[in-house]
């Protein structure tokens, strides 16, 4: 079994920076699929960046430019570093992992084994 725990929300001014962490723990293999998505209030959950073992990463078009996702593979940690943070980008972070083979889309959310608890990111206007 995997457990996946996230840190690093908070409150912060728009125009702020956050960094987000996932450390994996348990059976881990070497070959990961780790993404984030996150949700707002009264809304659906989606995708947010994805990083893979040997590939990615991959943004959603929201946050291109802005979000930095990274992998510490020695840590089993990936990270999501949020700069410019805009009131719309508030919301409860998760992240979600798959070990082994990948097919398709990464912004699938069935696709993924584990999630974490989420992280409660709230940007003020």
């Known amino acids: 079994q995997v457990q996946l725990v996230e840190s690093g929300g908070g409150l912060v001014q728009a125009g702020g920076s956050l960094r987000l962490s996932c450390a994996a723990s348990?059976?881990?293999?070497?070959?990961?699929?780790v993404a984030w998505f996150r949700q707002a209030p009264e809304k659906e959950r989606t995708f947010v960046a994805a990083?893979?073992?040997?590939?990615?990463?991959y943004y959603d078009d929201s946050v291109k430019g802005r979000f930095t996702i990274s992998s510490d593979n020695a840590k089993n940690t990936v990270y999501l570093q949020m700069n410019s943070l805009k009131p719309e980008d508030a919301a409860v972070y998760y992240c979600a992992a798959r070990y082994g083979s990948w097919w398709g889309s990464r912004t699938v959310q069935m696709k993924y084994d584990y999630w974490g608890q989420g992280t409660q990111v709230t940007v003020s206007s």
């Open positions: 348990g059976r881990t293999f070497s070959s990961y699929n």
């Open positions: 990083i893979w073992s040997g590939g990615g990463p």
